[in-house]
């Protein structure tokens, strides 16, 4: 993967946080596609390609929102998990809740990390420099059609 692009999608139901997401992609110079949904539903829709919705290509990323209307992003970890062409989707969370219970949830969920937005550093420069180095040196995992048929 190493000098692929990576999507991103960010599953953020607040403008004003979504869009200083992109701003520290941006400042820090990292061309990465980013698809942002206000909820879980719209992060399926994008994620299964319904809707009219093109599909989300691999590889990438899901920076997902806990506090969010109509579907959380606890409801969509659990959703996520029991999709067998989603499963190993990778998952990190961002959120302002700082509850044992949300972070228990969410790591019985297989996430790959949890930020609280309010310690990502000066508009979140420090969680896109921690994901800039993540995608580099990870292995992605093949996408589920692949190795089904192992």
């Given at each position: 993967m190493f000098g692929q692009s990576v999507h991103i999608?960010?599953?953020?139901d607040d403008e004003v946080d979504a869009e200083a997401i992109v701003?520290?992609?941006e400042k820090q110079e990292i061309k990465?596609?980013?698809?942002?949904?206000?909820?879980?539903f719209a992060a399926f829709a994008i994620l299964r390609g319904q809707g009219g919705q093109?599909?989300?290509g691999a590889p990438y990323?899901?920076?997902l929102?806990?506090?969010?209307?109509?579907?959380n992003g606890i409801e969509f970890l659990q959703e996520i998990r029991q999709d067998p062409e989603l499963r190993c989707s990778i998952v990190f969370i961002l959120t302002t809740s700082d509850s044992v219970k949300d972070k228990l949830a969410a790591y019985n969920s297989q996430i790959a990390g949890y930020f609280l937005k309010q310690r990502t550093g000066e508009n979140f420069v420090n969680l896109?420099?921690?994901l800039h180095v993540y995608w580099r040196i990870i292995e992605f995992p093949p996408e589920e059609r692949t190795w089904q048929n192992l």
């Amino acid at each position: 993967m190493f000098g692929q692009s990576v999507h991103i999608l960010l599953v953020e139901d607040d403008e004003v946080d979504a869009e200083a997401i992109v701003r520290a992609f941006e400042k820090q110079e990292i061309k990465h596609t980013i698809t942002i949904a206000p909820d879980g539903f719209a992060a399926f829709a994008i994620l299964r390609g319904q809707g009219g919705q093109p599909r989300l290509g691999a590889p990438y990323i899901i920076l997902l929102d806990l506090n969010m209307p109509r579907m959380n992003g606890i409801e969509f970890l659990q959703e996520i998990r029991q999709d067998p062409e989603l499963r190993c989707s990778i998952v990190f969370i961002l959120t302002t809740s700082d509850s044992v219970k949300d972070k228990l949830a969410a790591y019985n969920s297989q996430i790959a990390g949890y930020f609280l937005k309010q310690r990502t550093g000066e508009n979140f420069v420090n969680l896109v420099e921690m994901l800039h180095v993540y995608w580099r040196i990870i292995e992605f995992p093949p996408e589920e059609r692949t190795w089904q048929n192992l």
